[in-house]
């Protein structure tokens, strides 16, 4: 019996094991060995204009001396940001801030889709989306809006044009109603794996992400049939899905 997936892995910040860090390049080259088809990453300025990728507003880690350092990374240049060692002696190798286009180039050579969170919202649409252009990922990318709703999508789409989207539930669903390509561009971000609350967004015809996944609530989610399960960056997804197809009976 052959059984195939039918939703997109995504690996939120990568996939993490032992002491590999999140939104790191090991980070994202383990999930690709582990099987993943998307990586989600987040995407912010530094304070000479460069995109990098940390989730959070300040990046910590370790200085080449050893030493703990702590950075605001829209109020430092991005030499330094991208100096910080994010792990230190681990058998990958010794981990730094990436920049958004390193994240890419990992992903272009992989055949990795990109699953990117706009940060800073509608004002770094344009560059992220002309960086994405510049790495040869047109089409590969989903751009998670943070709520900078059709405003980002037709700006996003002028550089992008077959680019997808992302963002938070119901809203979200409400909010791209009248788009006319949301049933293939547009997935709705959602913990809430509710018969409910997944009829509500299937309503508005968009695309089911669900997202927070991990061993203790996988088999659950996959019933409500979603296009796409992103699992914590701690989820060892592999073993989680091939547990999970070993099981599933046709007939």
């Given at each position: 019996m052959n059984?195939?997936?039918?939703?997109?892995?995504?690996?939120?910040?990568?996939?993490?094991?032992n002491t590999l860090k999140e939104n790191s390049l090991a980070a994202y080259y383990n999930a690709h060995l582990n099987g993943a088809d998307m990586i989600e990453t987040d995407a912010r300025f530094t304070s000479d204009g460069v995109l990098i990728?940390?989730?959070?507003?300040?990046?910590?880690?370790?200085?080449?001396?050893?030493?703990?350092?702590?950075?605001?990374?829209s109020e430092t240049p991005a030499e330094t940001?991208?100096?910080v060692i994010l792990s230190k002696d681990d058998v990958w190798g010794i981990q730094r801030v990436p920049t958004l286009e390193q994240v890419l180039n990992l992903a272009y050579?992989?055949?990795l889709l990109v699953?990117?969170?706009?940060?800073?919202r509608y004002e770094c649409a344009v560059p992220v989306a002309k960086t994405v252009l510049r790495s040869g990922m047109i089409g590969k990318v989903v751009y998670a809006l943070n709520g900078s709703g059709m405003k980002g999508i037709e700006t996003i789409m002028a550089i992008d044009p077959d680019a997808r989207f992302i963002d938070y539930g119901l809203s979200f669903a409400q909010?791209?109603?009248?788009?006319?390509?949301?049933?293939?561009?547009?997935?709705?971000?959602?913990?809430?794996?509710?018969?409910?609350?997944?009829?509500?967004?299937?309503?508005?015809?968009c695309l089911l992400a669900l997202i927070s996944l991990n061993a203790s609530n996988f088999e659950s989610a996959i019933c409500q049939k979603p296009d796409?399960?992103?699992?914590?960056?701690?989820?060892?997804?592999?073993?989680?899905?091939?547990d999970y197809m070993k099981k599933v009976k046709l007939y």
């Open positions: 059984i195939k997936k039918n939703w997109i892995t995504s690996a939120h910040r990568g996939f993490v094991d990728v940390n989730h959070d507003p300040t990046v910590k880690g370790f200085n080449d001396k050893g030493e703990e350092v702590t950075y605001v990374v940001v991208c100096s050579h992989t055949g699953n990117i969170d706009l940060k800073s909010t791209v109603q009248n788009f006319a390509e949301r049933g293939k561009r547009c997935f709705c971000y959602t913990s809430d794996a509710s018969d409910e609350n997944v009829k509500a967004i299937r309503d508005y015809g796409m399960c992103e699992f914590l960056h701690t989820s060892d997804f592999k073993a989680i899905e091939n």
